[in-house]
């Protein structure tokens, strides 16, 4: 792993030219639409622009025909793995979808990490937050439905959540305000096991549709590395874009397995991506490192530098006395 001053400083390189290019892209397009309209001897009309606009994509008319998306999606940009045949309402757990197939299983336990962890700290760093490298703190006792979580810039906490007894309290220090039930908060009753056959399913629209399980750590962030749902979908459900390239691998003491890929061209283009590395944690799915590579660079990446599955200091709760000056908002 390279060192991590030089792969902070690369990836922030990369992000400003990978930006510097869509603004450009973004002016010249601009510019031409400008162009189009001034010097045009053909006058269209709001109605007309809009319509263009909108015009519906391959996959909303295929619907409309009532051809399977199947046929229209030739890139793969929706397609994903077949496991309708797993699909069993009685299923309780990942244990009762076990296979023969190594990438199945991995796959399944990183959409289902909530039933392999309750206590936890963990740390991690990320250039997917802000247009620079954060580190996001994490402390929880899922059973217990508490559970801190604090988002730093150097040596600058600029946000903390704090979750207690259904109440989930956002502190933003940048603004100097604190917010009362600032999301839902969830336990682990209010997320049953969803059968994996069942997680992706073709909406009535032909088009996927994924089923996530609720983020019962109540930790905003955790769907980054600790519940790692959507990245595990956008990356890992065609398996044919990926491969196990490493399963006894170690990191931070934990047995782990390496995985690494191409993403879809859909998620390529939006992630500015062109392949990617990830590090799970063998024992409970969870997202241990992240990277999104373009031409071998590092363009974006979240990196876990700490992890305890249990917790060894008291979780910290929220204490208005605290936060002397700040102003009480409420979500909009």
């Not at 996001?136 to 979580?149: H, L, P, R, T, W």
């Not at 990926?242 to 934990?254: F, K, M, N, S």
Request: hydrophobic share 30%; with cysteine; charged share 25%.
């Amino acid at each position: 792993m390279k060192d991590y001053n030089e792969m902070a400083s690369a990836v922030l390189r990369r992000r400003e030219l990978y930006e510097a290019s869509k603004r450009t892209s973004r002016r010249k397009i601009f510019i031409l639409m400008l162009c189009t309209v001034l010097f045009s001897t053909v006058t269209i009309s709001v109605c007309g622009i809009f319509g263009i606009i909108k015009e519906k994509n391959i996959y909303q008319k295929a619907a409309e025909k009532g051809e399977d998306i199947k046929n229209t999606d030739k890139e793969g940009n929706f397609a994903y793995e077949d496991l309708s045949y797993l699909s069993d309402k009685e299923a309780l757990c990942v244990e009762d979808e076990l296979t023969d197939d190594p990438k199945v299983n991995i796959y399944n336990k990183m959409l289902n990490t909530v039933d392999y962890i309750n206590c936890m700290c963990l740390t991690m760093k990320t250039s997917m937050l802000y247009e620079y490298i954060t580190t996001v703190e994490f402390s929880m006792d899922i059973d217990a439905g508490v559970s801190y979580e604090s988002v730093k810039h150097e040596d600058t906490v600029i946000s903390e959540t704090y979750s207690k007894d259904g109440n989930m309290v956002y502190v933003d220090n940048t603004n100097r305000t604190y917010e009362n039930n600032y999301l839902p908060t969830y336990s682990r009753e209010d997320t049953p096991y969803i059968p994996l056959g069942d997680r992706i399913v073709n909406g009535d629209d032909g088009l996927p549709c994924y089923s996530y399980r609720r983020n019962i750590t109540n930790c905003p962030l955790a769907s980054y590395c600790i519940v790692p749902q959507e990245i595990t979908f956008s990356y890992l459900k065609d398996f044919d874009k990926w491969e196990i390239v490493q399963e006894d691998a170690t990191y931070l003491g934990r047995d782990c397995i390496c995985i690494e890929g191409v993403p879809s061209p859909y998620i390529a283009e939006k992630h500015g991506v062109d392949s990617f590395c990830m590090t799970v944690d063998r024992q409970s799915g969870i997202l241990l490192s992240f990277q999104g590579l373009k031409n071998g660079g590092i363009v974006c990446y979240t990196l876990v530098t700490e992890c305890s599955f249990e917790n060894l200091s008291e979780i910290k709760k929220f204490d208005v006395s605290d936060y002397e000056g700040y102003t009480e908002g409420y979500r909009r």
